[in-house]
């Protein structure tokens, strides 16, 4: 089956630099995607990475490494508005279904 | 607006009840999924339709259903309903690609009294 772990909280500072780490187990890989949560708000897309290495997007990054089926994503110039839970998900299984299963979430507090 | 369409927003009702959740998915994309979020917990996987077929399973009780329209649209129909299934149901759809992600529903929460 799949797995991912990731921290349940994480507690930065306005204006400073958050990573949420992501270890995964999976059958098959076929990439590792971040999603935002705010409260009582439908998840957004963030990221999706195949590949090792850093993908960039604005004030958000995210990184792979499929050997140590690890990832994380990275929040630089915390704005209070990043407050919210942070998912990582994988494509669940070898089938041809792009069913994703989600990791139980990291509540991101950033604090004046 | 996201593109998915999910009604309704909320939904009060009583033990052992059967409702039915909607679900329009975001125009040309043909998978639609079924999750469910109870408080302050993950996404749970409930069950994928494509194209009107069913395409992956999850934990899903027996005494919830889905089907897919030939419009596309989804229904997800839960009965018998108890306590315990209070929670937020999203719907998502997808393209063919995991690269562009899912593009979820605002949610319905379904309150069980």
């Known amino acids: 089956g799949q797995s991912l772990e990731q921290p349940s909280e994480v507690t930065a500072v306005e204006g400073a630099i958050v990573q949420i780490n992501c270890t995964y187990q999976t059958s098959g890989f076929y990439g590792l995607s971040w999603y935002q949560q705010h409260d009582g708000g439908a998840p957004t897309f963030l990221s999706y990475?195949?590949?090792?290495g850093l993908e960039e997007t604005g004030r958000f990054s995210s990184f792979l490494s499929r050997s140590d089926s690890y990832g994380y994503l990275l929040l630089q110039e915390l704005q209070m508005k990043d407050s919210a839970s942070y998912f990582c998900?994988?494509?669940?299984?070898?089938?041809?279904?792009?069913?994703?299963?989600f990791g139980s979430g990291t509540r991101l507090l950033v604090r004046p | 607006d996201s593109g998915v369409t999910q009604t309704p927003k909320h939904l009060i009702t009583a033990t052992g009840q059967r409702v039915t959740l909607r679900c329009s998915p975001r125009s040309g994309d043909l998978s639609v999924y079924w999750y469910q979020q109870s408080l302050d917990q993950g996404l749970q996987f409930l069950i994928q339709?494509?194209?009107?077929?069913?395409?992956a399973k999850g934990n899903i009780l027996e005494r919830f259903s889905a089907q897919q329209f030939p419009d596309l649209h989804s229904e997800l129909n839960l009965s018998s309903l108890e306590l315990g299934d209070s929670a937020l149901y999203f719907c998502?759809?997808?393209?063919?690609?995991?690269?562009?992600?899912?593009?979820f529903g605002s949610g319905t929460r379904l309150t069980v009294v």
């Open positions: 339709y494509y194209n009107g077929e069913e395409r």
């Open positions: 998900a994988v494509k669940g299984g070898k089938d041809s279904s792009y069913k994703l299963i």
């Open positions: 990475n195949a590949l090792d």
């Open positions: 998502a759809s997808s393209g063919r690609q995991l690269s562009y992600g899912y593009t």
